[in-house]
Nanobody, 126 residues
Framework: VQLQASGGGLVQAGGSLRLSCAASGGTVSRYNMGWFRQAPGKERDFVASMRWTGSTHYADSVKGRFTVSRDNAKNTVYLEMNMLKPEDTAVYYC?????????????????????WGQGTEVTVSS
């Protein structure tokens, strides 16, 4: 499975961006798909996920502002980011968990994912 993340850029606080994660060699609707981010000097943290069932999970810091979705026809997962804050500045990574773990809490763990995209950088200016 190969994942290609795109859509990052520079945006002012309060603005919006939509990140895309296009998959090849696999089918996103059969996987748990996750979004993580890593700010400079910090660990990679969970942002959001969509399980193969379609259920979604979010980090508390983005709940209500970010939305993860999936387009099965395009084999692509999206992360819609609204009301962006400077603290959202990071490199964003998409990841695939296959075969998908059954434990719900596992979607928040880096170790659950075995395929990773290259990352796309998001910078939010104040």
């Amino acid at each position: 499975v190969q994942l290609q993340a795109s859509g990052g850029g520079l945006v002012q606080a309060g603005g919006s961006l939509r990140l895309s994660c296009a998959a090849s060699g696999g089918t996103v609707s059969r996987y748990n798909m996750g979004w993580f981010r890593q700010a400079p000097g910090k660990e990679r943290d969970f942002v959001a996920s969509m399980r193969w069932t379609g259920s979604t999970h979010y980090a508390d810091s983005v709940k209500g502002r970010f939305t993860v979705s999936r387009d099965n026809a395009k084999n692509t997962v999206y992360l819609e980011m609204n009301m962006l804050k400077p603290e959202d500045t990071a490199v964003y990574y998409c990841a695939a968990d296959t075969p998908p773990v059954a434990v719900l809490s596992a979607v928040r763990q880096l170790s659950s994912y075995n395929y990773w995209g290259q990352g796309t950088e998001v910078t939010v200016s104040s």
